[in-house]
Nanobody, 121 residues
Framework: QVQLVESGGGLVQAGGSLRLSCVAS????????MGWFRQAPGKEREFVAA????????YSADSVKNRFHISRDNDKNTLYLQMNSLKSEDTARYYC??????????????WGQGTQVTVSS
């Protein structure tokens, strides 16, 4: 099972941008579809975006479509989430995960520490 470490979160004003990174251990990262999820206080964890193994196909939740862009660098074992035009409702802890072929479902029931994103209005 791949180990994942997220980073890049922080405090940003509404309308600003952040780029999250997720570094994976192991040699199998390039074979997995990957995704980003987020969880706000008092809410369920929700799907944000996903990408297939090669990076050729991406999927996004309607709430972030055209604002967030997922990408990956398999040579660096790294997954990215570029977040633009941030809104206060994007405030949450963000997690990366291996996903199933459905793309919006995590493949394993284990999570890293995540990275906190806070958007001030």
């Amino acid at each position: 099972q791949v180990q994942l470490v997220e980073s890049g979160g922080g405090l940003v004003q509404a309308g600003g941008s952040l780029r999250l990174s997720c570094v994976a251990s192991g040699r199998t990262f390039s074979t997995y579809p990957m995704g980003w999820f987020r969880q706000a206080p008092g809410k369920e964890r929700e799907f944000v975006a996903a990408i297939n193994w090669s990076g050729g196909s991406t999927y996004s939740a309607d709430s972030v479509k055209n604002r967030f862009h997922i990408s990956r660098d398999n040579d660096k074992n790294t997954l990215y989430l570029q977040m633009n035009s941030l809104k206060s409702e994007d405030t949450a802890r963000y997690y990366c995960a291996v996903v199933t072929s459905d793309y919006d479902v995590p493949a394993f029931d284990s999570w890293g520490q995540g990275t906190q994103v806070t958007v001030s209005s």
